[in-house]
């Protein structure tokens, strides 16, 4: 009876071992089918050619678009070792949209005239095998450019591993008539000129914008914020949950009603005919601008907040 029992348990754990064995390897084939079926697959680029930069260190050249000629050296020494690097080229139409998200690392945004958009990404981790994971997706459908980190998905074997690390660096040049949306990014944001929406939330560093034309939604920043608006014509300006300095530069006149609710920090202008409301109440803080007009809001601001005039007209700085 014993010998039976035993025989019974040892049947049931091997039936189990097999059990997860197949699973993991169902879900490693599941994927490896999606890498090669997806038309986004292509995008992320395939490790090929080894090549040794001045450092002597290795980049991954995969399946690249050769015309996009953008330059991004790492001169914060922010790279890991071993370097693979995304190159693409795609045509948007004015009003286009570019979102960028779940990047590991700074995002930069040039601006160019015409229709053209080029990508440059560049992924980096410890060891070639890493790169395998946090692999970037590029895709355009339907006047909508994305580019965003892909979810790993995970056997039940490395589900209890940890996953390797891996950094990115995006640097696009975009036209200037586009709406730029930011979600999820673990580094400063730096954008030239956009002459569309701003709407950006979850970004751990800083975010400049050169010049800016149009809606102006900020949530959830870790950083501060600096950013220049020309032609102010009542467009609706959001900060929400902000941790750091914000400075609104304005190039030209401002009419408008500034709103702040449970800031932690000061307010100054040097903007004409900013007047602060008598009904001030506490933990708020209203102010008239000009004439009035369109609100400006700000809520939960940590760090100070301020609105001048720009010294200068806004100019593309992002090259």
């Given at each position: 009876m014993m010998m039976s029992r035993r025989r019974t348990e040892k049947g049931l754990l091997l039936w189990v071992v097999g059990g997860l064995v197949l699973i993991g390897g169902l879900t490693a084939c599941r994927r490896s089918d999606s890498a090669a079926a997806s038309p986004s697959a292509k995008a992320s680029g395939s490790p090929g050619t080894e090549v040794a930069d001045s450092r002597g260190v290795v980049i991954l050249n995969g399946e690249n678009d050769a015309t996009v000629k953008i330059e991004a050296p790492d001169k914060d020494g922010y790279d890991l070792p071993i370097r693979e690097e995304i190159r693409r080229k795609y045509v948007l139409t004015p009003q286009s949209t570019f979102r960028v998200f779940g990047i590991n690392g700074p995002v930069?945004?040039?601006?160019?005239?015409?229709e053209t958009a080029e990508i440059?990404?560049?992924?980096?981790?410890n060891r070639r095998e890493d790169l395998d994971y946090n692999r970037i997706v590029i895709d355009y459908k339907e006047a909508k450019l994305r580019v965003y980190r892909e979810g790993d998905e995970k056997s039940l074997f490395s589900a209890f591993k940890k996953m390797p690390e891996g950094r990115?660096?995006?640097?696009?040049?975009?036209?200037?008539?586009i709406d730029f949306i930011g979600r999820g990014?673990?580094?400063?944001?730096?954008?030239?000129?956009?002459?569309?929406?701003?709407?950006?939330?979850?970004?751990?560093?800083?975010?400049?914008?050169?010049?800016?034309?149009?809606?102006?939604?900020?949530?959830?920043?870790?950083?501060?914020?600096?950013i220049t608006i020309r032609r102010y014509t009542g467009?609706?300006?959001?900060?929400?949950?902000?941790?750091?300095?914000?400075?609104?530069?304005?190039?030209g006149e401002?009419?408008?009603t500034m709103v702040a609710r449970g800031n932690n920090g000061e307010v100054t202008s040097d903007l004409p005919g900013f007047q602060p409301r008598d009904d001030e109440r506490q933990g708020g803080y209203e102010a008239r601008i000009g004439t009035g007009g369109a609100e400006m809001e700000f809520h939960g601001i940590n760090g100070n907040i301020r609105l001048l005039k720009a010294a200068t007209p806004a100019v593309a700085t992002g090259r």
């Amino acid at each position: 009876m014993m010998m039976s029992r035993r025989r019974t348990e040892k049947g049931l754990l091997l039936w189990v071992v097999g059990g997860l064995v197949l699973i993991g390897g169902l879900t490693a084939c599941r994927r490896s089918d999606s890498a090669a079926a997806s038309p986004s697959a292509k995008a992320s680029g395939s490790p090929g050619t080894e090549v040794a930069d001045s450092r002597g260190v290795v980049i991954l050249n995969g399946e690249n678009d050769a015309t996009v000629k953008i330059e991004a050296p790492d001169k914060d020494g922010y790279d890991l070792p071993i370097r693979e690097e995304i190159r693409r080229k795609y045509v948007l139409t004015p009003q286009s949209t570019f979102r960028v998200f779940g990047i590991n690392g700074p995002v930069r945004v040039e601006s160019t005239d015409g229709e053209t958009a080029e990508i440059l990404v560049i992924r980096s981790a410890n060891r070639r095998e890493d790169l395998d994971y946090n692999r970037i997706v590029i895709d355009y459908k339907e006047a909508k450019l994305r580019v965003y980190r892909e979810g790993d998905e995970k056997s039940l074997f490395s589900a209890f591993k940890k996953m390797p690390e891996g950094r990115q660096r995006v640097v696009v040049r975009l036209p200037k008539q586009i709406d730029f949306i930011g979600r999820g990014i673990n580094g400063g944001v730096d954008l030239d000129q956009i002459e569309g929406s701003l709407d950006v939330s979850g970004v751990n560093g800083h975010l400049r914008v050169a010049s800016q034309t149009g809606p102006v939604e900020v949530t959830g920043q870790n950083g501060e914020i600096d950013i220049t608006i020309r032609r102010y014509t009542g467009s609706p300006i959001e900060m929400n949950g902000i941790n750091g300095q914000i400075t609104l530069r304005f190039a030209g006149e401002v009419n408008a009603t500034m709103v702040a609710r449970g800031n932690n920090g000061e307010v100054t202008s040097d903007l004409p005919g900013f007047q602060p409301r008598d009904d001030e109440r506490q933990g708020g803080y209203e102010a008239r601008i000009g004439t009035g007009g369109a609100e400006m809001e700000f809520h939960g601001i940590n760090g100070n907040i301020r609105l001048l005039k720009a010294a200068t007209p806004a100019v593309a700085t992002g090259r």
